[in-house]
């Protein structure tokens, strides 16, 4: 499987692997990457393609409707197994447990949306999946579109109380959308941790996670 991308320097895919592992759910800046790990970034690009490749890592493409000026157009990265990135940061339940923990956020993400792309994988008609961000305060985790241009937002809180202020930017992402496609935003979503589902906003609800595999 190596040929797929004329890896030669397999020593260099543990720490490229822990790199990405510490940045899930996000943007992978492939210009800082090559810098750490001294490497030229088309190689480094090259590697991260064949980790896709082989299912490690999961890039969800940016969704835009031009909504607004200052969209960013980069893919966000996901690792295909979370339990695989904890053990690389070395991450134990209890550590993620608690209050103070900066990775809960990002690998609970990375897991609803590789639960999701599992999911959506055996529909006939899936939608497409991707992220949206506007800027440092607004981004939303999971867009699914489908081919008529539906859209359903969801956002992953790793919270058992979630707020209306966490779902500010689904608010944002509906009301810029009915601008301009009225009717097509169809709901948001706020995935937590708790046990209940609420009413935040118009067509915008918080609800378990374990919502995903309830019929």
Avoid: C
């Amino acid at each position: 499987m190596a040929a797929l991308a004329d890896i030669r320097k397999t020593g260099v895919l543990p720490r490229l692997l822990r790199l990405m592992a510490g940045s899930t759910a996000q943007e992978l800046n492939v210009s800082e990457a090559s810098r750490r790990l001294g490497l030229h970034r088309v190689t480094v690009q090259s590697y991260v393609d064949w980790l896709h490749s082989v299912f490690l890592a999961e890039p969800l493409p940016a969704w835009s409707r031009n909504l607004a000026n200052r969209e960013i157009k980069r893919p966000k990265l996901h690792l295909t197994d979370t339990g695989l990135a904890a053990a690389l940061l070395g991450l134990s339940p209890d550590s993620l447990a608690r209050p103070t923990s900066t990775a809960a956020g990002p690998l609970l993400e990375s897991f609803v949306a590789n639960e999701m792309l599992r999911q959506l994988s055996s529909a006939t008609r899936a939608p497409s999946v991707m992220h949206w961000r506007q800027n440092s305060r607004h981004e939303v985790d999971i867009v699914l579109e489908r081919p008529a241009g539906d859209v359903v937002a969801v956002e992953v809180k790793a919270t058992s109380s979630p707020q209306r202020s966490h779902a500010r930017s689904l608010v944002r992402l509906r009301d810029l959308l009915d601008s301009v496609a009225p009717g097509a935003f169809k709901a948001g979503v706020l995935l937590h941790t708790g046990d209940r589902t609420l009413k935040l906003d118009d067509r915008i609800h918080s609800t378990p996670i374990a919502t995903l595999w309830s019929v």
